[in-house]
């Protein structure tokens, strides 16, 4: 791998709790979001629901990180977003930067993509808001977006499940990097990113060396990289920001990391819903409360009418199975093919 303290900067592709700013209604919202092929059809739910909720005056940018969506579903994601109120950008993400990321279940290298939003947008750009691929967005993104950075690398949610880095599914080596265990750890689905001191501090080139130098601490993915180069030096948003299922294990406020009035805002009027496990709306009869709404937002784009039907949980576990044996087998040719290297070249 190339050398992380000198990453390339890349622009778009060829192919296609804080204080409120004043701001322009003109200014667009710059929202970040990255996906692959297989979260084409959320992502489009995802556009479709911030579009939805937004004031009419204001202006939304996006620009997606494009992992291998297919044209025909880059086709439909144009239509959901078929509005003078919205433009999309396609950026194509350099994936040699992130061979040596660790990948797990359902957790591809496009979690990662995040990570380099500093690098991929251009430099003009200073501030963006970043959003996870498996959220329906009930509010209004503009007051998200009007909410002061001030010095603070990022704004996040406290994650309601891993409130601190000390936390039994936070950090692993936390003492080790002498983070004090009171710090708090946040869900990065939902980030408002100050890109420029981000740029500044190249926080991605430092995450990403975390990455590669600790894997054996790695749980979280990406997030375990932001929170533990970030540990801080991140501003606190408010928890209906970004609601976590997490929150629905808690018998009340009290067993959980914020307020009452947080707690009671983030459960019954969230501004996002994050569906943040393996379980999701479009590939689980797992229950949800907000299952139909998710639903009520994809009817609004050229996936109207698609639901999880038994006919697609049974193609669904042939996909897995034949991945399943495939990469089986490729771990196999790979374990044959050092033995017959080591016979051909051995000593003796």
Request: net charge positive; aromatic share 12%; charged share 20%.
């Amino acid at each position: 791998m190339a050398s992380l303290f000198c990453l390339p900067r890349f622009g778009p592709s060829s192919h296609d709790k804080g204080k409120i700013m004043t701001t322009s209604t003109k200014e667009s919202i710059i929202i970040v979001c990255a996906a692959d092929n297989r979260y084409a059809m959320p992502l489009a739910v995802v556009i479709r629901s911030v579009l939805e909720n937004v004031r009419s005056d204001r202006l939304c940018t996006f620009f997606i990180i494009d992992g291998g969506i297919s044209q025909k579903n880059k086709n439909k994601i144009l239509k959901v977003s078929d509005s003078k109120q919205c433009i999309i950008t396609w950026l194509k993400p350099p994936d040699d930067i992130l061979d040596n990321m660790k990948v797990s279940g359902h957790i591809k290298v496009a979690t990662y993509y995040k990570i380099l939003i500093p690098i991929l947008l251009p430099d003009n750009y200073c501030k963006a808001i970043y959003l996870d691929s498996d959220l329906i967005v009930q509010g209004d993104l503009g007051k998200l977006w009007d909410i002061n950075i001030e010095n603070n690398y990022l704004l996040a949610v406290q994650d309601s499940g891993i409130p601190y880095v000390s936390s039994y599914y936070g950090l692993q080596n936390y003492k080790e990097l002498g983070i004090p265990l009171d710090y708090k750890y946040f869900n990065a689905g939902v980030l408002v990113l100050n890109l420029e001191k981000m740029r500044k501090q190249s926080t991605s080139t430092q995450v990403i060396q975390y990455l590669e130098d600790n894997k054996q601490h790695i749980r979280w993915h990406d997030q375990d990289g932001l929170n533990a180069v970030l540990a801080g030096k991140w501003g606190e948003l408010e928890p209906r920001w970004n609601q976590l299922p997490s929150i629905y294990n808690n018998s009340s406020w009290k067993d959980s990391p914020f307020s009452q009035e947080e707690f009671t805002n983030a459960l019954k009027e969230p501004y996002i819903i994050h569906f943040a496990s393996s379980s999701k709306p479009w590939n689980s009869t797992v229950y949800h409360p907000a299952n139909d709404l998710f639903f009520h937002y994809l009817d609004m784009t050229p996936w109207v009418g698609w639901r999880w039907t038994i006919w697609r949980r049974i193609w669904r576990k042939i996909i897995q199975k034949i991945q399943f044996y495939k990469e089986k087998y490729q771990g196999y040719c790979g374990v044959q093919k050092a033995v017959r290297f080591k016979k051909n070249f051995s000593c003796g």
